[in-house]
């Protein structure tokens, strides 16, 4: 069988990378053959010579493999520029996580965006993969994006999210968890690095310095900075790097996750803290729609300030919330259900993916 040729961006344990790696494990389980490739093997950058030549060498090597392949699977928008480039008259598929276009209308680029899948799916792709029914409907909204959704030779595929991982043991009372707060730092302005920080910033103008060095915040800092906050203001636990197992754990020893980005593609970590009985607090950013759209109390206003999002924190800490903090055991059975429910549906959905991927060959 000749395999089916997956490409993504660039390696990295995100929710949405975990999830495609996920998606791809499906597709192998049912018999169907991928051969995974990354557009970058590691981060690119534009400005060294070497790492660009790197990044020609990577972007060739996938060209090759592409003369090969019959059937081609793009993972995230930054692939559509490669194949925009490089794989003319394809059988090509876009897995969609997110509707990221309306991120990069912030740099006045959404008209691009949206010319860009209309072109290339008219030119080349024959199906879209959709993380959820939120997602094809926002796309329906665009006038351009729309004219496709209205071609008969284009398939529109549902594949939900959600890890079905084993279920939770016993959560244990808020109070004791040993970290007050986890939290994930990550570079660009979309994720919000700044936020965090001026948010660390509040909270320690809400507490007393004795109090202070009793409040436990572990960060994972994946971003390139220095950490601007001074050490000395809280207990704090520092990593660079972590496996998804780790982080499982430190979710299961933490009170409540900050998740405060502007946009995310699956945004898992807040569906998974709540796995595992831990509050996420979170900015409305899209990728959490399908699980927290009844939960409006975990969820803050998109353009909330640093300190309404520390009296959030403070007050949860504080115990405030009793009704929340006693329906952790039910948070975490909603998020079972979901794991359950999307579990369930993307079996019936990957038959059809590699039926409609058979036909193609």
């Known amino acids: 069988m000749n395999k089916t ?6 390696k990295n344990n995100s929710g949405g990378n975990t999830e495609v790696l996920y998606f791809i494990n499906n597709l192998n389980s049912f018999g169907y053959k991928t051969k995974v490739k990354y557009l970058f093997t590691k981060k690119p950058n534009f400005k060294n010579i070497k790492d ?3 990044i020609t060498r990577d972007w060739y090597s996938i060209f090759k493999l592409s003369k090969k392949t019959k059937n081609i699977i793009l993972t995230h928008y930054s692939t559509l520029f490669f194949a925009l480039l490089f794989l003319h008259n394809k059988q090509l598929t876009i897995l969609i996580q997110s509707a990221e276009w309306k991120v990069v209308s912030k740099f ?10 209309h072109f290339v799916a008219f030119k080349k792709i024959n199906n879209f993969i959709f993380a959820n029914n939120i997602l094809i409907e926002e796309f329906k909204n665009d006038y351009l994006i729309s004219k496709i959704f209205e071609n008969k030779f284009v398939n529109i595929i549902l594949y939900p999210i959600g890890h079905n991982h084993r279920k939770s043991e016993y959560i244990t009372k808020f109070k004791n968890r040993k970290n007050d707060i986890f939290l994930l730092l990550r570079n660009n302005w979309v994720k919000r690095y700044d936020l965090y920080i001026e948010t660390l910033e509040e909270i320690s103008n809400l507490y007393p310095p004795e109090i202070l060095n ?4 572990y960060i994972v800092d994946l971003s390139s900075k220095k950490l601007k906050l001074p050490s000395n203001k809280f207990n704090l636990k520092y990593s660079k790097e972590i496996s998804h197992s780790e982080f499982k754990k430190i979710l299961k020893e933490s009170k409540l996750l900050l998740y405060l980005s502007c946009y995310e593609g699956f945004g898992l970590p807040p569906l998974e803290a709540m796995h595992e009985g831990c509050i996420p607090i979170i900015t409305n950013n899209h990728g959490q729609y399908n699980y927290l759209r009844k939960n409006s109390k ?5 353009e909330s300030e640093p300190k309404v999002i520390a009296n959030r924190v403070k007050f949860l800490l504080n115990g405030e919330d009793k009704e929340l903090i006693n329906n952790l055991n039910k948070l975490s059975e909603e998020a079972e259900k979901y794991y359950k429910y999307a579990e369930d549906l993307r079996r019936k959905q990957i038959k059809k993916i590699i039926k409609i991927l058979s036909k193609s060959k």
């Open 52 to 54: 660009f030549i790197q």
């Open 214 to 217: 009793e409040i436990n915040i």
């Open 298 to 302: 975990l969820v803050l206003d998109k």
């Open 5 to 10: 040729l997956i490409i993504l961006p660039k």
């Open 108 to 117: 006045k680029y959404i008209q691009f965006i949206s010319k860009l899948i």
